[in-house]
């Protein structure tokens, strides 16, 4: 979980970097340090709670800090999405920064797509209103990466801690 964090991490300092709106990239920055804080903390309780066993006081400490995480990526996600809509520059030739942007054009397109059939299969009410009954959801990030989730069943429980993952390589 805390290699992830990082990898979510390194996903919004690279898009944060690209953003061309400035409170955007700021509001990823923000999310990208409080990843950062929570995995440093969940990296500390699970070394504690390897050390003393069985505490419930740690095992609640460690659901929390998880728990945490877990909010603290879908935060660092909503603001990606937001930050792709506005707009980003182009990416050096860095391959970590392509990949990324490669994933939100992805997912961009995604977006575009399924609005594009919305419009066109408009179920609006008399009052122009589009009903919510039978609508599909738009595609978000989150969905993104759940989709690309299966891929990464192969990796191993326990990978070594210097093996440099790449920033897409593992996904949630």
Do not use: Y
Not at 86 to 111: H, I, M, T, Y
């Amino acid at each position: 979980m805390v290699s992830d964090g990082q990898v979510v991490v390194k996903f919004g300092n690279i898009l944060a970097k690209h953003c061309l709106d400035q409170r955007c990239s700021t509001d990823l920055l923000r999310a990208s340090e409080h990843i950062q804080s929570i995995s440093s903390q969940l990296s500390i309780v699970a070394r504690v709670k390897a050390v003393t066993g069985e505490s419930k006081a740690s095992s609640e400490l460690l659901l929390s800090n998880v728990q945490n995480l877990i909010q603290a990526v879908q935060h660092v996600l909503r603001a990606a999405e937001a930050a792709c809509v506005k707009g980003l520059g182009q990416p050096s030739a860095d391959p970590e920064e392509e990949e990324v942007a490669a994933f939100c054009q992805q997912w961009r397109k995604n977006l575009t797509q399924h609005r594009a059939k919305e419009a066109l299969n408009s179920d609006r009410d008399e009052l122009g209103l589009r009903k919510t009954r039978g609508a599909k959801a738009e595609p978000t990030l989150m969905s993104l990466v759940q989709e690309q989730t299966p891929r990464s069943r192969n990796i191993p429980k326990h990978p070594s801690p210097r093996k440099e993952h790449r920033v897409m390589d593992r996904h949630l």
